[in-house]
T-cell receptor, first 118, second 113 residues
Framework: GAGVSQSPRYKVAKRGQDVALRCDPI?????LFWYQQALGQGPEFLTY????????KSGLPSDRFFAERPEGSVSTLKIQRTQQEDSAVYLC????????????????FGPGTRLLVL | AQSVTQPDIHITVSEGASLELRCNYS??????LFWYVQSPGQGLQLLLK??????LVQGIKGFEAEFKRSQSSFNLRKPSVHWSDAAEYFC???????????FGTGTRLTVIP
């Protein structure tokens, strides 16, 4: 596609509810990233995929957060038993393959999903 | 550990005036540096990046940035600001072998007619 797309754009959840956020990366982009952006802050890294393999999940804040990319294209970020502190914009980015021992490739970001937990 | 500091939370400039947004980073080796812009309700758009070579890099929309190793800085500049430049600007740093980028907290730019 022309760019990274994310859905839904907005999500309101009641505390304790499970949510699933979807990301469609740019076609041909091997690497996919999820970031969390709290209000007034910069994006913070959550997790990284290369194809279907989740190579880094060091940024996931708790075991309530789970991400998958089963076929190496679309990715889903799932948050179980949402809490108010989960309210944020969740950004997805994709890039060409991140080569081992090389610098980061340019990441292209989607519009984000704004999650509000009441 | 890597970190990025954007010391100015909010900057206001008049349309047509010059602009400089500051970014300082903390990283031992040569960093990979990026500037992104975020308009309200939009994702991050890449303005420019520095990987190596010429320390003055040109980007889109008339922006440029200069990498100064001695000052650990990568300031963003534009000679004449347009009203459409009003947005949030983020500086980010990456490193060899790492997967993610570290972002600053952003600088919000307001443009006065």
């Amino acid at each position: 596609g022309a760019g990274v797309s994310q859905s839904p754009r907005y999500k309101v959840a009641k505390r304790g509810q499970d949510v699933a956020l979807r990301c469609d990366p740019i076609s041909g982009h091997v690497s996919l990233f999820w970031y969390q952006q709290a209000l007034g802050q910069g994006p913070e890294f959550l997790t990284y995929f290369q194809n279907e393999a989740q190579l880094d999940k060091s940024g996931l804040p708790s075991d309530r957060f789970f991400a998958e990319r089963p076929e190496g294209s679309v990715s889903t970020l799932k948050i179980q038993r949402t809490q108010q502190e989960d309210s944020a914009v969740y950004l997805c980015a994709s890039s060409l393959e991140q080569g081992a021992g090389m610098g980061p490739k340019t990441q292209y970001f989607g519009p984000g999903t704004r999650l509000l937990v009441l | 550990a890597q970190s990025v500091t954007q010391p100015d939370i909010h900057i206001t400039v008049s349309e047509g005036a010059s602009l400089e947004l500051r970014c300082n980073y903390s990283y031992g080796a040569t960093p990979y540096l990026f500037w992104y812009v975020q308009s309200p309700g939009q994702g991050l758009q890449l303005l420019l990046k520095y990987f190596s070579g010429d320390t003055l890099v040109q980007g889109i929309k008339g922006f440029e940035a200069e990498f100064k190793r001695s000052q650990s800085s990568f300031n963003l500049r534009k000679p004449s600001v347009h009203w459409s430049d009003a947005a949030e600007y983020f500086c980010a740093v990456g490193q060899t072998g790492a997967n993610n980028l570290f972002f600053g907290t952003g600088t919000r730019l307001t443009v006065i007619p």
